[in-house]
């Protein structure tokens, strides 16, 4: 057992809080989603927060951590779905959640300390010079920038710009290594693939570089259909389109828009399928004009953040919003994250569609991965068993349609990550002692582990660039 009075000794000077309770709360992401991780989760908890205020009080955290051989887990706004962030070996969560400045914006570039909260960044781009973060997770509100690049993939605006695995949307991260004496690199290009979505496992990210585009006040607009299928149509359409500028597509099935979305239920029939979008101003009279030609129905739209009235903003009906409202209301709800890969997407998700019904409702999020139109689903699951969710899974899978489980907490089974040899060799460097949130890179953990199980990920392999 480590001896943590000397260590909070060591750490003289940096914000440390030990109340059980209160490391208890810090210790805890959204794993609760999943029936699964909630069941292996539960219990787990640090034995510090350490929340430093700058770079050097990192490099003197990990440097303390190191000599007294302590995990360590960062951690953002703790949004992190599959357990991201929970210290499954206890020790040290590092809080980053103080280091919030914006620390210098350009053209096209804006450079944050990791516990910026997205949204603010996007406040500030946006009065200095009119521009905002290419997308964001739907979490923007709450989540940090380093959180997002270590834990996220995508989120509203992927439809223009695809995810962070896609080289150029992210420009350069600082991370601090966890050895004896910590080092600081500056990581950019193909690098940047050894710490995005790598859960904080081979380095603490204490700077992010990220790229800007053209902001605008999006309009909020629903667009109802008769059936899902129908909705899913427009939506591909929709992403076609070359003229009309949006920064999001979602079409969510019935019954959920009812259901579910207790604040816009007013504006939906029980049994309509919704397209969730977000629309450039200028755009309207051309998407208007689109929507109508597709027999879609205006059901709701909102040009200024003062005409919600309260309602949350539309992209908080989309990503992983859809499910936490799902669960707000039944909590037995869970859900899948489902690839329809292109060309075929359509087909695939009428596949799905007609073999589940409402055991999975529907809902997808159109983006642009490789400049091909493709879509992801997070459809929701009406849970009754762990062997009949696994059975969905494998269902989705021997129908061409990969699964990246959210029902695991480790980097390869989650699925998103490819860990390989070069991703084990950066670890070695960085992390000699396997300190850094230890249990979530099976290739650390089992030497012999076979990196080429032919699953498909989502974030490329580092071998691919070597
Ligand atoms: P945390 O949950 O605190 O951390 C995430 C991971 O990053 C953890 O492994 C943590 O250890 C690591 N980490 C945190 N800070 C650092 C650091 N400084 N250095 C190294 N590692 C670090 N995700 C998406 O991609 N797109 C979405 O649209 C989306 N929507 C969501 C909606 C809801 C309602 C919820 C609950 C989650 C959603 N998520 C989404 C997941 C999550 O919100 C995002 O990934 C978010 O950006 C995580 O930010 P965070 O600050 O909460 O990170």
């Keep these: 057992m480590p001896d943590y009075d000397a260590i909070k000794k060591d750490l003289e000077g940096i914000e440390v809080e030990d109340n059980p309770k209160l490391v ?37 955290t990990l440097k303390v951590a190191y000599a007294h051989g302590v995990p360590v887990t960062p951690r953002g706004s703790g949004t992190g779905n599959y357990g991201q962030a929970m210290p499954l070996s206890g020790g040290i969560i590092l809080n980053l959640a103080r280091m919030t400045k914006v620390k210098e914006i350009g053209p096209g570039r804006v450079v944050c300390e990791p516990g910026a909260i997205i949204a603010d960044v996007d406040r ?23 959180g997002f690049v270590a834990g996220g993939s995508g989120g509203v605006g992927s439809i223009n710009w695809g995810g962070l695995r896609d080289l ?16 600081v690199l500056e990581l ?36 109802g259909f008769d059936d899902f299928m129908g909705a899913v149509r427009f939506a591909d359409a929709l992403a076609h389109e070359n003229g009309i500028l949006v920064k999001e597509i979602a079409p969510i099935a019935a019954p959920i828009p009812f259901q579910y979305f ?14 969730v979008t977000m629309v450039a101003p200028h755009a309207m009279d051309a998407f208007l004009a689109f929507a109508g030609k597709m027999k879609g129905e205006i059901v709701f739209r909102a040009d200024t ?33 489902v690839q329809y890969p292109s060309p075929d997407h359509v087909a695939k998700v009428a596949e799905m569609t007609r073999l589940f019904g409402d055991e999975v409702p529907g809902h997808l999020e159109f983006m642009r991965f490789s400049g091909k139109i493709q879509c992801s689903g997070l459809p929701l699951v009406r849970f009754t068993t762990k062997e009949r969710l696994e059975e969905i899974i494998r269902i989705h899978e021997d129908h061409g349609c990969p699964v990246f489980n959210p029902h695991r907490y480790t980097l390869e089974e989650g699925g998103m990550k490819r860990t390989d040899a070069v991703q084990l060799t950066f670890k070695k460097e960085t992390d000699p002692k396997g300190l850094l949130n230890p249990g979530k890179m099976i290739a650390w953990e089992n030497p012999d582990f076979d990196f080429s199980a032919g699953k498909t990920f989502l974030f490329p392999g580092l071998s691919d660039f070597a």
Excluded: C
Aim: charge should be negative; glycine fraction near 4%; charged fraction near 25%.
């Design 262 to 275: 207790s604040r816009h239920k007013q504006y939906v029939r029980p049994d309509q399928s919704v397209v």
């Design 124 to 146: 500030q781009t946006k009065a200095h010079s009119g521009q905002e973060l290419r997308f964001h997770p739907s979490t923007a509100n709450t989540a940090t920038i380093a």
């Design 188 to 223: 950019s290009a193909w690098d940047l693939q050894k710490v995005t979505h790598a859960y904080g496992t081979n380095g603490i990210i204490t700077e992010v570089e990220m790229p800007l585009t053209v902001s605008y006040d999006w309009v909020d607009v629903l667009v």
């Design 24 to 60: 208890r709360q810090k210790s805890r992401d959204f794993f609760w989603y999943s029936p699964i991780l909630k069941d292996q989760l539960e219990n787990v908890t640090a034995d510090l927060v350490v929340s430093p205020a700058s770079e050097e009080e990192v490099i003197r």
């Design 305 to 337: 953040l003062e005409s919600l009235k309260g309602l949350p903003q539309a992209f908080e009906l989309t990503w992983n919003h859809t499910t936490l409202r799902a669960l707000k209301v039944d909590p037995t709800i869970t859900y899948l994250q």
């Design 168 to 183: 150029g949307n992210v420009l350069r991260l600082r991370v601090v290594t966890m050895e004896a004496e910590p080092r």
